[in-house]
């Protein structure tokens, strides 16, 4: 219970601003113990939409609460708020929230995104999320096209104390991949963490670059990559749903980091990401620092939205 009221606490402060926007946009429309009317149904309707939980969810959410009111289930503004909770958490099973482990050696986890996102910076917070997990985590710095990410990524390695298998600026990322899947096997590591290129435009270029990446992976270590992490900036809300649908349609993404939670009012978008891509959040960056992220927990994140 006292990780469970650490987590709450933590995600409370990272969502002050969606909080502050959407809870209190919520009680601007739905004052405390008002008796309920389909006028204030609408009226909340136009407030979802400027939540950005998307405006197929929301139309979804008026109708169920529409029906509810009709059956008589729901009756004041309160009602509503407890309903919307009640709904909200029933949006993410638990299955497809968990990591995807090897059932034998290492577990390879490939992190895709779009330079700019926060991409190697939500890999540094895996690392030390996975350590604190008893994990012995080995990174593969394969987004050689960017000086700075292999830079940044060799910091965090030292002040996370996990070994890093890195090439110069420029190298094929598919022989950087291979050589991390050798260290991995050879050092007996539980995690081999990938952070690949981020500096790719079109559909064809990312295909190439991540499908040679997932060949050698796969070649070395079977059945891998076991998880396709997308980083997406929370703070992009609607256009991170584009982003990501390019995304899933060609890397074979099984779940997203949502970075920059904190730095948002649009924290909604983990509602429109579940209901328009079908992918799970696996984890949210909450700030800065490599201890910033949490594993995504629907109850929390929920709690902590309304609180």
């Known amino acids: 219970m006292a990780f469970f009221r650490k987590a709450v606490e933590k995600l409370k402060k990272g969502l002050s601003k969606t909080r502050s926007l959407f809870v209190g946009s919520l009680r601007a429309v739905l004052p405390a113990g008002r008796k309920l009317d389909e006028q204030l149904l609408d009226d909340l ?104 990410a292999v830079e940044q990524l060799t910091i965090w390695s030292e002040r996370t104390g996990v070994q890093i ?70 703070t992009t809300g609607q256009n991170a749903i584009s982003q990501a649908k390019q995304f899933r349609d060609v890397a074979e993404v099984t779940g997203i980091v949502l970075a920059k939670l904190d730095g948002t009012a649009k924290g909604g978008i983990v509602v429109a990401i579940r209901n328009e891509l079908d992918l799970p959040v696996k984890f949210v960056g909450l700030g800065e620092h490599p201890e910033d992220i949490e594993p995504f927990d629907p109850e929390s994140f929920v709690d902590a939205l309304f609180a």
């Open 45 to 148: 309707e136009e407030q979802l939409i400027a939540a950005d939980i998307g405006v197929r969810n929301v139309a979804k959410i008026i109708e169920d609460l529409k029906t509810a009111y009709r059956e008589k289930r729901i009756a004041t503004t309160d009602d509503v708020i407890e309903a919307l909770k009640t709904e909200m958490k029933m949006y993410w099973p638990e299955a497809d929230r968990s990591l995807r482990w090897a059932p034998s050696g290492p577990t390879v986890i490939l992190v895709a995104g779009v330079n700019g996102v926060g991409k190697t910076t939500s890999v540094a917070k895996l690392t030390w999320w996975l350590t604190q997990q008893g994990k012995k985590v080995i990174l593969g710095a394969c987004d050689t096209f960017r000086a700075a």
């Open 165 to 234: 298998v890195k090439h110069q600026m420029g190298a094929d990322p598919g022989a950087v991949a291979y050589d991390a899947c050798e260290a991995a096997i050879a050092r007996n590591a539980d995690v081999l963490l990938i952070d690949t290129a981020g500096r790719i435009h079109t559909k064809e270029n990312l295909m190439r670059e991540l499908g040679k990446i997932r060949k050698v992976v796969a070649n070395k270590l079977p059945g891998a990559p076991h998880e396709v992490l997308l980083v997406l900036d929370a």
